[in-house]
């Protein structure tokens, strides 16, 4: 089983990442923590996934796919994987789809969390963190029992400049425009869009019906694209 994970900032990805993971018994890949990990082993993959951290993870794809193959070649891949965080470009998912050829894998199931801009800008302005600990409450979806204090060390809870509304659609739209023609790219018939929306609960039932459901399709052969 192979997934593949695209959501906007705020849209519970992390969450649900975990939830599938343990769910279909597969790691999840987050490929920023790939790069980090690489870098840190100073491999010579590893200078090469520096230099992709150091430049907003935008640097050449053939480096990103090449670190990407080579993590999912690893025992722990053997059942499937999810990824969140890759393809990021075109060529990359294109790339992609030719390596899980190559090997003989089954095309991925495509999961696009979707929510709509107002909601995530909801979602997001309502972050606090503790002036003191660091600790990240939110008011709608984790409030702190003392409105405004946080419940370790009673410190005033503070809203982090990066949470800002204009910041916020300003991620939005950088989001969108990395990611719309990938999801073009795969077309519609081979993404499954889940309402991101919803309560967590909710979320993760709809997402587990469309990943066995986009399962299905793909070990019938359908959806491979290059
Ligand atoms: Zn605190």
Same mark, same amino acid.
């Given at each position: ?10 849209? +519970?990805? +992390? ?16 490929? +920023? ?7 840190? /082993? ?42 969140? +965080? ?69 410190a005033p809870l503070v809203s982090r400049e990066d ?38 609960? /909710? ?24």
């Amino acid at each position: 089983m192979i997934l593949l994970l695209f959501g906007p900032p705020g849209c +519970g990805k +992390g969450t649900q990442a975990a939830f599938l993971a343990e769910r279909f018994h597969i790691p999840a890949i987050s490929t +920023g923590e790939v790069f980090r990990a690489e870098c840190k /082993a100073g491999t010579p993959l590893g200078k090469m996934a520096c230099s992709i951290l150091a430049k907003g993870g935008l640097v050449d794809d053939e480096i990103v796919n090449g670190i990407v193959a080579s993590r999912i070649a690893r025992e722990d891949c053997a059942q499937g994987f999810l990824l969140d +965080g890759y393809p990021r470009t075109v060529p990359q998912a294109q790339a992609f789809s030719k390596l899980l050829r190559d090997r003989q894998l089954p095309s991925p199931v495509v999961i696009h969390l979707h929510v709509e801009d107002s909601v995530l800008v909801a979602r997001l302005t309502a972050r606090r963190q503790c002036s003191q600990c660091g600790h990240i409450y939110n008011r709608l979806s984790q409030p702190s029992r003392v409105e405004g204090r946080c419940d370790i060390d009673g410190a005033p809870l503070v809203s982090r400049e990066d949470d800002a509304e204009s910041v916020i659609l300003d991620r939005l739209r950088a989001y969108r425009t990395l990611t719309n023609p990938i999801l073009d790219w795969y077309g519609p018939s081979n993404i499954r869009t889940v309402d991101g929306s919803l309560t967590p609960d /909710a979320v993760q039932h709809a997402i587990d019906g469309a990943v066995r459901n986009g399962h299905a399709m793909a070990f019938n052969g359908l959806g491979h694209r290059s």
